[in-house]
């Protein structure tokens, strides 16, 4: 999770996230993309990292933004976190979706905030969450979770040009010409 706490207004306030190689540590790009492995992706697939917070800490952080949504008519305790690029779905909330994985060509391994590391290969594709009565898509990577059932990720914020106000803890998603504000 980003700590925005006494970040000035070019790093939380206008939710521009702040690119970390999980390969060299540099910031301005991603581990695809870094020069000192000439954007080659280590042996083992592709690596995202992931952290897990308790929901009892994530409720009193500031810095967490948190909700229960519907996703496909089920409600859903949602983390969303710029810090991970993809999305994820509690392996034990999986089977309320009724959506049968599809395997990817890539296997990807997570990096949780404990430092263990996990494998998915599989993509639950073409879900629907639900904002204030405005049903949006969303593909989501299962993986075990403990105190979230979802967790939207960058790639989704970032297709929906979704803006998380940390000061505020809520997120910005952008409608037909209107805003939500959830």
């Known amino acids: 999770m980003k700590d925005c706490r006494g970040k000035g207004p070019a790093t939380c306030a206008n939710t521009q996230p702040i690119l970390t190689c999980f390969g060299c540590g540099e910031h301005g790009h991603f581990k695809n993309q ?3 492995n000439n954007g080659q992706q280590q042996q083992g697939g592709a690596r995202g990292k992931f952290y897990v ?3 009892k800490n994530a409720q009193q ?9 519907l996703l496909n008519n089920h409600y859903a305790k949602t983390l969303f976190d710029s810090s991970v690029d993809k999305s994820f779905v509690s392996t034990a909330f999986e089977s309320l979706l ?3 994985p599809t395997t990817l060509d890539t296997a990807f391994t997570i990096e949780l905030a404990n430092g263990n590391l996990v494998n998915a290969n599989t993509m639950i594709q073409n879900c629907t969450v639900n904002f204030l009565n405005h049903p ?3 593909d989501l990577m299962p993986i075990k979770l403990r105190s979230f059932d979802v967790i939207i990720g960058m790639e989704w914020l970032s297709q929906h040009n979704a803006k998380i106000i940390c000061g505020e803890k809520v997120v910005h ?3 037909d010409n209107e805003t939500l504000v959830i």
Do not use: A, M
């Not at 952080?61 to 949504?69: M, Q, S």
């Open 136 to 138: 949006l898509k969303i």
């Open 34 to 36: 870094c020069p000192q």
């Open 53 to 55: 917070v308790g929901d």
């Open 173 to 175: 998603i952008p409608i």
């Open 98 to 100: 009724n959506i049968t």
């Open 61 to 69: 952080d500031p810095n967490v933004v948190t909700g229960t949504f």
